[in-house]
């Protein structure tokens, strides 16, 4: 499908301590894709898919960082859905998910759509994060929750497709109407994403 065929951009962003499987969620999610060589991403990469919702075509965007410092605002800047990635057999990594979740407030805009994500689901007897207690977190914060496993599949789809489900259903409803939550509208038109930022703030600036 062409981009000259989609209703709406969102930018999503992939959070979370280095090795967690951003990486592998967004090839799998992208291009069904896992790479066994787990390098350490560096920069911001970012892929795109194109999905169905309803009547409605959303161009996905999904962007990956390093977690570096100066990447992070860049990254965040526009994003209307992120994905808190912690590793399920790993419980640094999601005791970190606190911290992680503040700093995307900081930087984010302050209606982002975020789920938290335990990534690695197919380890299951290395376990360290017992569901209930990232479940009941997430309760807790007011996001969404999900596990996952770019190795296997599991759940990848189901966790991007909820978030785009439910960022179309905040600017379909117009709850949210200002900042970046209130994503782009194309009918019909073709555009490189820097001139997709470039509508997004030509549009803008009047709210």
């Known amino acids: 499908m062409g981009d000259e065929s989609y209703n709406f951009v969102f930018k999503v962003v992939l959070i979370g301590e280095s090795g967690v499987g951003k990486s592998n969620l967004l090839s799998r999610f992208t291009k069904n894709e896992f790479?066994?060589?787990?390098?350490?991403?560096?920069?911001?990469?970012?892929?795109?898919?194109?999905?169905?919702?309803d009547t409605f075509t959303i161009k996905a965007q999904i962007w990956d960082t390093a977690g570096l410092e100066r990447y992070r605002a860049i990254t965040s800047a526009g994003a209307v859905g992120a994905l808190l990635v912690y590793d399920i057999t790993k419980h640094l990594t999601y005791e970190s998910v606190e911290r992680w979740l503040k700093e995307l407030y900081d930087h984010a805009d302050p209606h982002i759509l975020v789920m938290l994500v335990g990534n690695k689901s197919d380890l299951e007897t290395l376990r360290t994060v017992p569901t209930?207690?990232?479940?009941?977190?997430?309760?807790?914060?007011?996001?969404?929750?999900?596990?996952?496993?770019?190795?296997?599949?599991?759940?990848?789809?189901?966790?991007?497709?909820?978030?785009?489900?439910?960022?179309?259903?905040?600017?379909?409803?117009?709850?949210?109407?200002?900042?970046?939550?209130?994503?782009?509208?194309?009918?019909s038109t073709t555009g490189t994403a820097s001139e997709v930022q470039e509508e997004r703030r030509t549009c803008c600036k009047n709210l």
């Open 132 to 187: 209930v207690e990232a479940k009941e977190f997430a309760e807790k914060k007011g996001i969404l929750f999900m596990e996952t496993s770019a190795l296997d599949s599991t759940n990848v789809e189901a966790a991007f497709q909820e978030v785009l489900t439910a960022i179309h259903k905040k600017v379909a409803s117009r709850e949210v109407t200002r900042g970046s939550i209130s994503a782009v509208t194309l009918s």
């Open 35 to 53: 790479n066994h060589d787990s390098r350490t991403t560096i920069g911001v990469e970012f892929s795109t898919r194109t999905v169905q919702l």
